[in-house]
């Protein structure tokens, strides 16, 4: 088939001329195709689950812009939902870096780079127990209360824009200990959230350290419970110091339903 002017021999190239070439199926190429998406479910019975995204590669003369969102059904009753989190990788040539983002309504993030490789899944807990032994265990719980989400994105090479992309911790901490949890790629500054604001005085510590590792954490700065109550009241983001490699937080009892919040600074 011939597109063109609509005149007979004039002006008409092949439908295959790359200037009309539309990606129909994940992982192509997209030379010339200014934006591309994607609409993907995520099941409540298979919470250990990824799903592909978008796996894309283009010019590298500017930044992907990815714009990420989860619909949840009618039925799913707020604050009864575990989240939904993107990871994948981005990068030009034989280098790539990790991402971790959530997604929800609005998430807007820059991805520099000629490629983009991007999953979609249901969040994980983060849970320290009697059977921890120092390090947060990651864990796939099944959603409370939605049997399913649809997550949408769409991805298009644009003008270099910062984003509002957060990822964000679920933390249940049965009792009282020193846990590590991950530091997610790009963290810029973190909020520490819980409902009940009696549980903030269960919190001896909120620690950046540089090593993951329990034997090899070195604190680089302390924050006490009543400085995370007082900065989440006061709506302020605190930085994240950008050699730190995990984060540790110390308790003197159980702190549950509890989240941090990371702000990216892609």
Known sequence: ?????????????PEDDPRFQRPGMLGVTVP???NWGSTVKLFGNRPEEKVKLLRLTGPGD???LASVSA???PDAAPGGVTGVRVTGRFGSGGGSMPVDFDAKPDTMIQLPGQSIDLDVGWAPEYTGSAASTGGAIEVFITPSVAARVE?????CHGEAARGAATSTLSVQLLVAGNWILPIPPFADAFTFYNLADAAY???????FGTSPIVGGFAPIVTFTGAQLLALKNAGIAAPVPGIAAAMRITTGAAVLNSRVSFELSL
């Open 1 to 13: 088939m011939l597109r063109g002017s609509g005149r007979s021999g004039r002006g008409q190239v």
């Open 32 to 34: 010339n195709v200014s």
């Open 62 to 64: 500017s930044p992907w």
């Open 71 to 73: 619909k949840f059904p």
């Open 151 to 155: 997550v949408a994105a769409v991805a």
């Open 201 to 207: 005085a269960n919190v001896t510590s909120l620690e």
